[in-house]
């Protein structure tokens, strides 16, 4: 499995970047690195959901991902696994507000399966660049939202 860990702090409270991140689906392309669309498939919000996920990945692959969210604690934990797709592993968000700020953790421990696996070591640099991206793609986007921007968040 490849691990991927990306730290960053967005100055904004921690169910500011909550939202946006999990709450929000129909916004998450505006931020998230190669997310065409995002939509619940199964439940509502909290534990059991089912999200999917269409992306446009590095070297024109497309793909669709399903994740589950096994954990669930507002503003302080959210995880899940894959459960369809080209990806097999777990994902997870931490957040931890500090004057006013929130540090947040994205930790995914992942293997590349069907077709994708064939592409290997360029698709994990490539996607690794892509959740940093994102991670800065989102503070800029609550950060804005908090000073009154246009962003939803």
Same mark, same amino acid.
């Given at each position: 499995m490849t691990r991927i860990r990306e730290e960053i702090t967005i100055r904004a409270p921690a169910a500011a970047v909550w939202r946006a991140v999990h709450v929000d689906l129909?916004?998450? @392309?505006? #931020?998230?690195?190669? &997310?065409r669309r995002a939509e619940s498939v199964?439940?509502? @919000? $909290? @534990?059991? #959901?089912?999200?999917?996920?269409d992306l446009d990945l590095p070297g024109g692959f497309a793909a669709s991902l399903t994740m589950l969210h096994t954990d669930w604690e507002p503003y302080r934990r959210c995880a899940g696994r894959f459960v369809e797709g080209p990806v /097999?592993?777990? #994902?997870?968000?931490?957040?931890?507000?500090?004057?006013?700020?929130?540090? +947040?953790?994205y930790e995914m421990n992942y293997? &590349?399966?069907? +077709? +994708?696996?064939?592409? $290997? =070591?360029?698709m994990r640099s490539r996607y690794a660049d892509?959740?940093?991206?994102?991670?800065?793609? &989102?503070? /800029?986007?609550? *950060?804005?939202?908090?000073?009154? =921007? *246009?962003?939803?968040?």
């Amino acid at each position: 499995m490849t691990r991927i860990r990306e730290e960053i702090t967005i100055r904004a409270p921690a169910a500011a970047v909550w939202r946006a991140v999990h709450v929000d689906l129909e916004n998450v @392309p505006r #931020w998230a690195g190669y &997310l065409r669309r995002a939509e619940s498939v199964q439940g509502r @919000p $909290g @534990p059991n #959901w089912r999200v999917r996920y269409d992306l446009d990945l590095p070297g024109g692959f497309a793909a669709s991902l399903t994740m589950l969210h096994t954990d669930w604690e507002p503003y302080r934990r959210c995880a899940g696994r894959f459960v369809e797709g080209p990806v /097999q592993g777990d #994902w997870s968000y931490t957040y931890e507000e500090r004057q006013g700020a929130t540090h +947040l953790v994205y930790e995914m421990n992942y293997q &590349l399966g069907g +077709l +994708l696996r064939f592409a $290997g =070591g360029m698709m994990r640099s490539r996607y690794a660049d892509g959740i940093r991206q994102g991670m800065a793609a &989102l503070k /800029q986007y609550v *950060e804005s939202a908090q000073a009154g =921007g *246009e962003a939803k968040g």
